[in-house]
């Protein structure tokens, strides 16, 4: 079973943006060159305040606290950013602006794998002089038991498990504690011939494996180091920084680690001398902060809160310090197809008509939340297509002689009743809610609206017994994907191999045969590029379907101390790139 992301997770993906030259290229002067001047949006489309200047103490607050700094644990969007300041992997997301952000290259590994065996064999090299903090080279077998380290879900559950689908082919590995090999090391897909090689055998060709090998699941642990479910506390630094102390619910130091050498490291600048991190109750009193110059970053990346937002916007020296970026994220409606009458596609066109997505788009928060949902691939994840628009939802309006007409198709023309279910701790989800109500009783459908535990959304709107015997016919929600690839983002909505019992997210519970097989032939694509197209076959025919109703392509409305230098949107998390951001002193 493969755990997802809760509701601030994301490996997330945004939408493709104008793309300048990356911070601190050589012959820079002290501010860079090459970079884009304060305004607003800047950090979307290149670099603001380039310098290669150390120093400092970049001041990093959160309304959330961290869910893990183990890496085999985190599964948090934020928490996965914050990763890229003390850990490493064979492979990273680049350290740049716009859609280069979403490539993978070396970052332990010498160079991007090698495949061989039609595809089903990954084999990479490690670089010279990548150490551990306390010295120690890293090598092969520290990868290795990082990786075997995530099958341990007995002692540690939490973060994501594609590792285990993919590495374990029936051998039923149980994870270093348990392992009876005499050097920990009993996951047989994975080889170590040397220190300095890594093998990985596939069952079958995986376009998307790659990807995996960015995680941080995929970190380097060394073996004498490792204290099981309290690693969390104090994880070993392979990055630019270490952890000097981690208090829960509080937050955490991190110092510089003497033992990273730059040279090894394309993706980190490592340029602040110290990074604090700050959890607290009071978003409001963070934001104020924010404006006044106290903190550099809600590194979150949900951005402002409503009236820190309306200030920022109503303050043009304020707002050319903030951004409204893409988060990867869809906001949207699911129609379960177990509940009468949404077993007829009739029906649920007959709500996508009748919803006004103008309303909608308000409901989130206006403009700034989110451009007007067309179809269920976000932009930024190749396949994409946001001209897409098969409902005409983003001409913004009820399309009422359509919605009735489709309730005459399905038998319906009065109307029907339903349920929506919501969660209760996220009030523009509440908001979205009650405008989808109030348009679809302009055509007869009337809708009760039950807000239920947020904190028990797996085992409510993720139960399909439950969701069928509570009659939710409609369910909100978002999503981001784990990774940049439409597999990363839609098989877990719509493959019906990935239908669960508990914690289930394909809600519409559709299971079809040629869409789960566009799958398969996706995964077997020899590159993510030529597996693109079936993504974006997928995403056509999902919509065919009327299975859901897409409510925006999300955004967040982030602002950044003006002191910050390096400072862009990495497209990989929809976040600012905390690999290379430093401070004016």
Known sequence: MIRRKQALAITAVIAALSLTAACGDKGDDAKGGSGSAAEFNAATKGVVNPSDKKGGELKLWSPQDVDYLDPARAYYGFVWNMHRLFVRQLLAYDSKPGEAGTKLVPDLAEALPVLSND????????????????????????????????????????????????????????GPYKDTDPNKMGLKSVETPDDKTIVFNLASANSDFSYLLAMPSSSPVPQGKDTGATYTNKPVASGPYKVESFSAGKGATFVRNENWDPKTDTIRKGLPDKVSFTVTTNADDMDARLLSGDIDLAVD???????????????????????????????????????????????????????????????????TSGDLGANMLPPGIPGSDKSFDPFGLT??????????????????????????????????EVKTAESLQAALDKVGIKAKIDQYDGKLSSSTIGSPENVKKKGYGIIVMGWGADYNSGSGFLQPLVDGSFILPNGNNNYTEVNDPEINGLFDKAANAATPEAAAPFYTDINKKVMEKALYL????????????????????NDSMGKIDLATVGVEK
């Open 301 to 367: 990346g949900t951005g402002l809160q409503q009236a820190a937002k309306n200030k920022v916007l109503k303050d043009e020296n304020l707002k050319k310090n903030a951004d409204n970026p893409f988060t990867g994220y869809i906001r949207y409606f699911a129609f379960p197809q177990t509940v009468a009458p949404f077993d007829n596609i009739e029906c649920r066109k007959a709500v996508i008509y009748a919803a006004d997505p103008k309303s909608l788009q308000t409901a989130r928060g206006g403009p």
């Open 550 to 569: 897409p409510i925006n392509f999300d955004k967040a409305f982030v602002y950044r101390n003006p002191r910050l230098t390096n400072v862009y949107f």
């Open 119 to 174: 595809g089903k064999t990954y084999t990479l090299k490690l670089k010279d002089g990548v150490k551990f903090e306390d010295g120690t080279p890293i090598t092969s077998k520290d990868v290795k038991y990082g990786i075997e380290r995530v099958f341990a879900q007995d002692v540690l559950s939490g973060g994501p498990t594609y590792l285990i689908d993919l590495l374990d082919q029936g051998q039923k590995y149980p």
């Open 395 to 428: 001409k913004g309006e009820p399309q009422i002689d359509k919605a009735k007409a489709a309730l005459a198709a399905c038998g319906k023309p009065e109307g029907f009743e339903t349920t929506i279910a919501v969660r209760n701790n996220r009030a523009p």
